[in-house]
């Protein structure tokens, strides 16, 4: 029997159905996994009592022949974005300290629900606005992966990074993370793991801290990619208190996973291949083309002409939505307050948001209100809508061709702590998965293989809207072709 | 479009962020650095383009129309409400005098 917490999610979840082992023995293992990571600082809270208490509660419906949810026994951390009752939800912020939600978002409920249970709140880049967990109020997560021969810390990617590094240094099975422009799925090729972005709107957002809501959407981070659809099975599922939220049912996606791909057609878009692209994730990619050949699939040239323009259009309505959402922490309702001497209403909202904000969410808001104010709205904000009004017709007109498309998912691996400290350059690295998350798509990133400094390298894969066992099935035939199995060898 | 330090500390007040003089000098540069980089969007031509307004056509609901429809964003939960003010007194949000 190899080590427990080496287990995948499915693997964990049919032992504890037969009896090989208990929800107990799981959680334990995983507890102790968290409790000798600190150095990895993937974790905010752990809440060690949480996930016993829901494993014994699996394996006591076990003893009495109940029956068992689609993820009984399978202890899981939480991006620390997810209202949690009773249990600190700060989003990584000053401004969220010590605040106990008194509810439970609905895709946390859901997962409870399943019979997961929870190892712990999992650090993230404040507010999610970052690409390397650098923007952490609690300090950066450090990934588990180091580069061959060298003992430099390496960003375990964002903004979902201590999701990501939990995942890969086997502290916890499976993980929740949020994805915006790029949060589940760069963090997941950054560290050799797999993600995925649903529909927008197959995911509840009531209970996740909102920062941008027309493009957020919460997905699993796990080690392959059944995991990951069993898990958004449970994640997923309309919910009266999201607007936005899709009325479907939920398709089987884990039972209907199908790596035949004949018959399906695979979109190469040319405005992918970057001038200088580096010369590993080029090969990543033409690999992957090759993997979905053998798979039967065709693989047909296609074009989505303003992918130039996603990020600048990103740029613009992320923070343009954040400024309106971050505008509720005023130190009046919840979270920290600053009211120095003698100073007003006013001045207490100044203070407080000026002492709880780090400097990637004062930079966005301050963005986001510039191209929401007076005289330019239309020049920027109505301007970036109409481009992506384009960007998404780019999609849509692809799709008319074929049936997934496949890129690289970040155009490097991972990057040391500290390198990028040019807000643009970080915004570079989201090059390829900000376009489908401004069309509301589909998308996950497997891992393909590692490149020459022995880190790993991901694939994306973008599907139509509702189709996420079309991607699922692509990247299930890139998974089984690749057959990643490096993992980072314990340091921590 | 670029901004001076007098628009950013225009913009820091309208967003009720406290920003120093010194911070606000920072600040000028970063900002100028990403307004220069989405200034791209003005090569696209959107000449008859609708801006976006959803990305993934939906019906907007409306919920039943009687109290507390939705139990778990209805009415009866002040104390919830409350439990993570900074300040909560009488069964309201505290807050300095606003009325002299």
């Known amino acids: 029997m190899s080590e427990m917490t080496d287990k995948t999610l499915c693997e964990i979840r049919d032992g504890v159905a037969k009896g090989e082992f208990t929800a107990v023995e799981v959680a334990t293992s995983f507890n102790a996994a968290v409790a000798e990571a600190g150095a990895l600082n993937a974790f905010i809270v752990a809440t060690p009592e949480a996930a016993l208490d829901a494993a014994q509660k699996v394996d006591a419906a076990r003893a009495a022949g109940q029956p068992l949810g689609k993820l009984a026994g399978v202890p899981i951390g939480m991006k620390d974005l997810f209202a949690t009752r009773d249990v600190q939800t700060s989003a990584a912020s000053k401004i969220l300290a010590g605040f106990k939600p008194q509810y439970e978002s609905t895709v946390s409920q859901k997962l409870w629900d399943a019979g997961a249970g929870l190892l712990g709140k999992l650090n993230l880049d404040q507010f999610a606005m970052g690409s390397s967990n650098e923007s952490s109020a609690f300090g950066p997560v450090v990934s588990p992966w180091r580069r061959a021969g060298e003992d430099k810390a390496l960003t375990p990617g964002g903004s979902s990074g201590g999701s990501s590094a939990a995942v890969a240094a086997r502290l916890c099975p499976a993980a929740t993370g949020t994805d915006t422009g790029g949060s589940i799925r760069q963090p997941a090729a950054f560290t050799g793991t797999t993600g995925i972005k649903p529909t927008y709107g197959r995911c509840s957002r009531w209970g996740i801290v909102a920062f941008a809501s027309s493009l957020d959407q919460a997905g699993p981070m796990a080690r392959n990619v059944a995991d990951c659809a069993v898990m958004l099975e449970a994640m997923a599922g309309f919910d009266e208190k999201d607007a936005t939220s899709l009325d479907l049912p939920v398709p089987e996606w884990a039972a209907n996973l199908n790596a035949d791909l004949r018959g399906k057609k695979v979109g190469i878009p040319k405005e992918y291949r970057l001038d200088g692209l580096n010369a590993d994730v080029a090969k990543a990619w033409e690999q992957g083309i090759a993997w979905l050949k053998d798979a039967g699939a065709e693989v047909v040239d296609i074009s989505l002409p303003h992918t130039q323009y996603a990020l600048a259009t990103y740029y613009i309505i992320a923070p343009a939505e954040a400024s309106s959402n971050l505008a509720r922490y005023d130190g009046v309702r919840y979270g920290l307050r600053e009211l120095p001497d003698g100073a007003n209403l006013q001045e207490m909202y100044a203070a407080t948001r000026a002492a709880g904000f780090g400097d990637e969410v004062k930079r966005r808001i301050l963005i986001g209100t510039y191209v929401l104010s007076a005289g330019y709205y239309d020049a920027y904000y109505t301007k970036a809508q109409k481009v992506r009004a384009l960007i998404a017709r780019d999609f849509e007109e692809a799709f008319k061709q074929v049936d997934v498309i496949l890129t690289p998912t970040a155009p490097t691996s991972a990057y040391a702590l500290g390198e990028k400290s040019n807000p643009i350059d970080m915004y570079l690295g989201d090059v390829f998965s900000v376009p489908p998350s401004l069309a509301g798509l589909p998308a996950m990133s497997v891992p393909a293989g590692l490149d020459a400094g022995g880190l790993p390298l991901g694939l994306q894969i973008v599907g139509r809207p509702f189709d996420e066992q079309g991607v699922l099935n692509a990247g299930l035939a890139i998974e089984q072709r690749a057959q990643f199995a490096a993992k980072p060898e314990k340091w921590w | ?100």
């Open chain 2, 1 to 100: 479009m670029s901004v001076d330090t007098a628009t950013v500390a225009k913009i820091a007040s309208l967003a009720r962020i406290k920003v120093s003089e010194a911070e606000v000098a920072a600040m000028v540069p970063e900002l100028n650095g990403i307004l220069d980089f989405v200034e791209q969007l003005s090569q696209v031509d959107t000449d008859g383009v609708e801006p976006m307004t959803a990305v993934i056509p939906n019906v907007l609901r409306l919920r039943a129309d009687v109290v507390n429809a939705i139990p778990e964003t209805g009415g009866d939960k002040r104390d919830a409400v409350l439990a993570n003010a900074p300040a909560a007194e009488h069964g309201f949000f505290g807050v300095p005098k606003v009325i002299e």
